[in-house]
């Protein structure tokens, strides 16, 4: 099963920071990394720029066009007015099958904003103690995952200040 884990970094190159380590997590077999995608939030600009990741595992697991949808009702629905409100509720409802509802999305919206990145990570196997260690001092928040509450607090102490 996969695992959907969302962090928040409180620098715009945090997020970057932190795949560019668990790539290299990666390539030592401590976790397996199906997809990501990054969003990266500068001072000054009115939304955020976002891009998938591609080439981790061959094929990303989700599409672009997930992604696409998934920052667009993260981060553009207040531009869009009422019109496309309906529209919106029917792609929120496909998003539940992944574990993103409405207090998500919330979350996730409230969270990453200017002056921040945010890391969407989908991944399969993990060696966690070694990738708990290996992330120590990489100071990231998780917003939200599917994760048991003791595998969050693990991750969430990995990432924490020093």
């Keep these: 099963m996969a ?3 969302v962090w928040k970094f409180d620098s715009v190159s945090g997020a970057n920071d932190a ?7 990666q390539k030592q077999h401590l976790i397996e990394i199906s997809d990501a ?5 500068p001072q000054g600009k009115k939304k955020p720029k976002t891009r998938q990741v591609t080439n981790l595992t061959g094929a990303g697991a989700l599409n ?6 998934l920052f667009g009702i993260l981060f553009f629905v207040p531009f869009f007015g009422l019109a496309v409100g309906a529209a919106i509720g029917a792609m929120a409802g ?7 509802d409405d207090d998500f999305i919330k979350s996730v919206r409230d969270q990453i904003t200017e002056g921040t990145s945010g890391l969407f990570l989908l991944s399969g196997q993990v060696t966690l103690d070694k990738v708990e260690h290996e ?5 990231g928040a998780l917003i939200k995952s599917n994760l048991t509450e003791e595998q969050e607090a693990k991750l969430r102490e990995a990432f924490a200040d020093e």
Excluded: C, N, P
Excluded at 37 to 41: D, K, N, P, S
């Design 3 to 5: 695992t959907l884990t």
């Design 94 to 100: 496909h998003f539940s099958d992944y574990g993103i």
């Design 64 to 69: 672009g066009a997930f992604w696409g949808m």
């Design 135 to 139: 992330l120590r001092g990489h100071t």
């Design 19 to 25: 795949l560019a380590k668990l790539q290299s997590l």
């Design 37 to 41: 995608a990054i969003v990266e939030w």
